[in-house]
């Protein structure tokens, strides 16, 4: 019953949207029809946008240029300039397919530009565009422009193609809706916000942007296309940078991480210069000051305060209990054991040696300790088996086959999974939504099948929740599944990412001083996890500070100094090796 009021509550907003959209053509004012054909085209373009700027976190602010590729497209073909005259359909579907190969060509940089720096080659882009249409005249006609498409009937009149237009708009609402809550929606979150937490997940960052930039172009061909149509006329002044700043607003003034946020802010922002006319010839001092407002008075946008889940009150007197039984089920179908073997391992970091010559083996059903002095290589080691850093010398394999070097997105698949020092979550999403971000690699629906929630996307969606339900149970923090990850306690958080890495079923677990801020009772639960986890056959290699949970729960321990193994042997041989109490254990 709680389930259905809570989609109810969400599906509210946008049935009362739709009902609006329904009710406008009685007004019988075709100004309307225009004006809300207008906002159905923005938004079809800002949906794909959103998922490039709001759930990827491209500042891509010239997605202008796709919008007047698609429109010079769309009425190039439908005139015949160049090739044979085509139908309006087969222009918007060209002017669609263009969009989608330029929206992976600006979208490359990203691969390697960051923040501001991609922002410019967007930007760049757009100046492009607009210069090649004002001189490529006897295609585009210049700075005189050329006529839009003419759409067949019923799409030739004003209602006809607000029709069109709306029903464009909600497709790409759900669409865009539908990648949003799958497995590659929460991955670009995860990219966005915890990008080395998504690499350890197995989320691989090219591969993901290529499939967002692809439907993001072809969306915004599409609405450049329908614009055109429109406009009926179109020159190179129809695409400003206004134009472009509207389409990156609306989506910071709604909200990242939500479709309802932006598709608010794309109604206001549209409506706004025929409601305050005078303030049109402002347009760029008004998006300035509205994002100014956005910022200082609600950070997190339309969304954050439309979210009643955010001011929910936390549960009291919360407990962290991990169930062994949950575990033993997630568990259950036990992978083949590996063991780790590192071998010579050499890492320079220009003169100094962080590793020197180290050779280590974690065998299957095994705790091994990792400890030593601060800056004696510990995480630095942790670093090199999960691919994050590329020693010069040495080999490292799992079971009998090589672990590639410097790959840390191939070692989830490898069922290698690890915690880090400061909890890598993304604070925005849910307790739940973090661990499903751990079986990203369990889905096998493509990004087409998720963009129409096929059977298959639908299934992958459910294995994956029902396994997520199963890893908080499993580490103690059932029942916290719909709070937001950043109003957890520090010492939950910790139990959060070993959930999250449980989903990758692991050959392999590296812990990364999972004690530390934990009270004495939370450590001793925290050991008790870990050794029922080594139980099932899996390899546990623990880095950590705390002695007594070292000594109390490994099998094996190995001391690093200076990048060297000191010692190694049992919890009881190293307690007495006098060179390890002397560096490291004191007095």
Known sequence: MTMTRSKWMTALPYVLILAVLALLPLSGNEYRALIGTRAAIYWVLIAGLNLVVGYAGQLAIGYVALFALGAYTASILAAGNVLPEVSPALALLAASGVGAVFGVVVGLPALRLRTFYFAMTTLGFATIVTQVALGWQDVTGGGIGLSGPSLPAPFDTAWGLYGLCVGLAMIATLITANVAHSRFGRALIATRDAEVAAEASGISKPALLVSVFLFAGAAAGLAGGLFAALQTYITPDAFTFDLSLLFFISILIGGRGSILGPLLGT?????????????????????????????????????????????????????????????????????????????????????????????????????????????????????????????????????????????????????????????????????????????????????????????????????????????????????????????????????LEIARGLMLHPRLVLLDEPAAGLSTIEIERLGALIKAISREGVAVLLVEHHADLIFDVCDRVTVLNLGRVLAHGTPAEIRVHKEVVSAYLGA
């Open 267 to 495: 109604i206001i922002l549209t409506l706004l210069p025929e409601i305050a006319a005078p303030l049109a010839a402002w347009s760029t001092f008004v998006y300035a000051g509205l994002l100014l407002v956005i910022v200082l008075a609600m950070p997190g946008g339309i969304a954050a305060l439309l979210n009643r889940e955010n001011r929910k009150a936390l549960p009291t007197g919360r407990v962290i209990l991990p169930q062994q039984a949950a575990l033993r089920s997630l568990l259950g179908e036990a992978r083949r054991k590996q063991r780790l073997d590192l071998s010579g391992i050499v890492l320079r970091f220009g003169g100094l040696r962080a590793i020197d010559g180290l050779d280590l083996s974690v065998e299957p059903g095994e705790v091994h300790g990792l400890i030593g002095p601060n800056g004696s290589g510990k995480t630095t080691t942790l670093n090199v088996i999960s691919g994050y850093y590329k020693p010069q010398e040495g080999r490292l394999t799992l079971g009998d086959s090589p672990l590639p070097a410097g790959l840390p997105v191939g070692r989830a698949a490898r069922g290698i999974c690890r915690t880090f020092q400061t909890p890598r979550i993304i604070g925005e999403e849910t307790v739940l939504e973090n661990v499903m971000v751990g079986g990203t690699l369990a889905g096998r629906a493509t990004f087409v099948e998720a963009l129409l929630s096929l059977p298959r996307a639908r299934a992958d969606e459910r294995l994956i929740r029902e396994r997520a339900v199963l890893a908080l149970k499993a580490v103690g923090l059932d029942g916290l599944g719909d709070i937001r990850a950043d109003r957890l306690q520090h010492s939950e958080l910790r139990f």
